[in-house]
């Protein structure tokens, strides 16, 4: 029998709602499990990725310093890179923060927002840094593959996967390309 | 030998006048097209209905159909270049789908999924555009402006209230409100303009009735856009020939 692939997934700045949606394949887990076998993921809670992955499944933007650290990471040891959902293809949701400016954002949730005691924009120097911008995926490291969706739908997930584990294209058909 | 000519190979009849791409339509052939609507006066910005005539490109919303010229249109590469129009669309706003009320009943996206589009592929330009709200009944979000002018020609030709207007060049160009302040309050559109109706995106709506269709059972999650379109041509010829 082959050696199954390796697929590792995370969630930077994103909401988990993408492998929530992974997991909507539901039995298909089963067959998929056949083909592949998964290394770092919130799925199995493995926290390192491991030296030589085949298939990287990114959910979510890039948001802060430590999203940039564990893209280039993923980069560095995915063969194939594929950028998952609306908030890793375009920014999304967290990038309608771009309107403003990050001393905007910080003071609105910290300092003047409802509800708000002892105003202070947290400073721990264990927090990573917040980018001025949110940005997608693309703009920081090579992206090989864009599976659209807020999230793709699990037949999207099924379907992306099995074909590209298939070695064939895996650009979704019209009728499973969805933005929302 | 009756007025026809070649699209992708099957032969199209076509009226003295219509354009290649009216000829198309009515004959029941989708070509791809955005700023292009039956009853307004054709635009020709968006460059979506670009079609190879005779090796030369051509906007089919505004040449002429001639007899007897060969006109591709369904090809890889002006698939790809379609695809590549609507990606610098789509980076040069902020279109956030997700977020957006009119996901769903929105022209531009379902022409994205029409085409196959699977990302932006440009970097993102996250511009920061001014919203007005400040009219009672209509909403205008220039995030989703892609001036197209299809609001300042059916306001104009349409409405006959000339409301809208593109202020500014190139990509610093933004949707103008036609009133001494600025603003949307200031001026006569109504929700029940065409303006209004006919915007291809969410940049103008109509006020407390953003989620009236729930999400999923929208024009474009029951239709297609090739469907939905040539529709659209066929009332306008039925009701203005």
């Known amino acids: 029998m082959a050696e199954k692939l390796k697929i590792a997934t995370c969630s930077l700045a994103g909401c988990f709602g993408c492998h929530m949606s992974f997991l909507d394949i539901d039995e298909r887990l089963i067959d998929l499990l056949e083909l592949v076998e998964f290394d770092r993921s919130p799925i199995n809670d493995i926290k390192h990725l491991g030296p030589a992955v085949d298939l990287g499944l990114i959910e979510g933007g890039v948001c802060n310093a430590d999203n940039v650290h564990v893209l280039r990471q993923f980069r560095d040891r995915c063969r194939v890179l594929v950028a998952v959902g609306e908030c890793g293809i375009t920014g999304g949701v967290p990038s309608m923060r771009n309107s403003f400016t990050l001393k905007q954002c910080l003071e609105e949730s910290y300092i003047r927002g409802a509800g708000v005691e002892c105003a202070h924009i947290p400073d721990d120097p264990e927090l990573p840094l917040l980018l001025n911008k949110v940005r997608p995926l693309h703009h920081i490291v090579k992206i090989d593959y864009f599976l659209p969706g807020c999230p793709p739908s699990a037949d999207a997930f099924w379907h992306f996967l099995t074909e590209l584990v298939a070695g064939r294209d895996p650009s979704l058909p019209p009728a499973l390309i969805h933005f929302d | ?241």
């Open chain 2, 1 to 241: 030998m009756s007025n026809t000519f070649f699209l992708d190979g099957a032969e199209i009849p076509f009226r003295e006048g219509q354009t290649v791409l009216q000829a198309a339509l009515a004959a029941g052939q989708y070509i791809p097209h955005l700023c292009w609507r039956p009853r307004l006066e054709p635009h020709s910005s968006c460059r979506l209905c670009t079609v190879i005539i005779n090796g030369r490109p051509f906007s089919s919303c505004t040449q002429p159909a001639m007899k007897g010229q060969s006109v591709a249109c369904d090809t890889p590469e002006l698939q790809a270049l379609r695809r590549a129009v609507l990606q610098m669309v789509f980076v040069e706003g902020n279109h956030y789908c997700p977020a957006c009320e009119v996901s769903g009943n929105c022209r531009l996206q379902a022409t994205a999924y029409h085409l196959g589009l699977h990302d932006n592929r440009f970097p993102q330009q996250f511009p920061v555009r001014e919203r007005d709200s400040s009219h009672p009944d209509v909403n205008m979000d220039r995030d989703r402006c892609i001036r197209c002018e299809t609001c300042v020609r059916a306001s104009r030709d349409l409405d006959g209230k000339n409301v809208f207007g593109i202020h500014g060049r190139g990509i610093h160009s933004k949707l103008a409100v036609n009133s001494p302040s600025g603003l949307l309050k200031d001026t006569d559109v109504a929700a029940e303009d065409q303006a209004v109706a006919m915007c291809p995106t969410g940049c103008l709506t109509v006020k407390r009735v953003g989620f009236k269709v729930p999400i999923g059972e929208r024009t474009y999650d029951m239709e297609s856009v090739v469907s939905v379109a040539l529709k659209e041509f066929r009332e306008q010829e039925a009701a203005h020939g």
